[in-house]
């Protein structure tokens, strides 16, 4: 089994920053694709950015510029640094990871309980 456990939420007045964390553990041959989504109240969860095993990032345009997407493939950690947070920045942050745990085993895509990142004006 594999566990995603975020971390770095909570409470910032506009302007400021966070960094999110999410690692991931239990039985791991290998982490693809790793990224960060966010879900407002009363609205979809979107997907704001995405990094690959090789570091090829991508983002939304609601984020570019303010977000930085970065991972460190020997601790099987995304982070997810956060600047000139507005107050439409607050959501719960969800990490997702592909993940395979053999060799020859298929990807499993795995979730995050989710962090709650709330931006004050």
């Known amino acids: 089994q594999v566990q995603l456990v975020e971390s770095g939420g909570g409470l910032v007045q506009a302007g400021g920053s966070l960094r999110l964390s999410c690692t991931a553990s239990?039985?791991?041959?290998?982490?693809?694709?790793m990224a960060w989504y966010r879900q407002a109240p009363g609205k979809q969860r979107e997907l704001i950015s995405r990094?690959?095993?090789?570091?090829?990032?991508g983002y939304a345009d609601s984020v570019k510029g303010r977000f930085t997407i970065s991972r460190d493939n020997a601790k099987n950690t995304v982070y997810l640094q956060m600047n000139s947070l507005e107050p439409e920045d607050t959501a719960v942050y969800f990490c997702?990871?592909?993940?395979?745990?053999?060799?020859?085993?298929?990807?499993?895509?795995?979730w995050g309980q989710g962090t709650q990142v709330t931006v004050s004006s």
């Open positions: 990094i690959t095993s090789s570091a090829r990032t």
């Open positions: 997702n990871a592909d993940v395979q745990q053999r060799w020859n085993g298929p990807v499993g895509d795995y």
């Open positions: 239990g039985s791991i041959y290998r982490t693809n694709d």
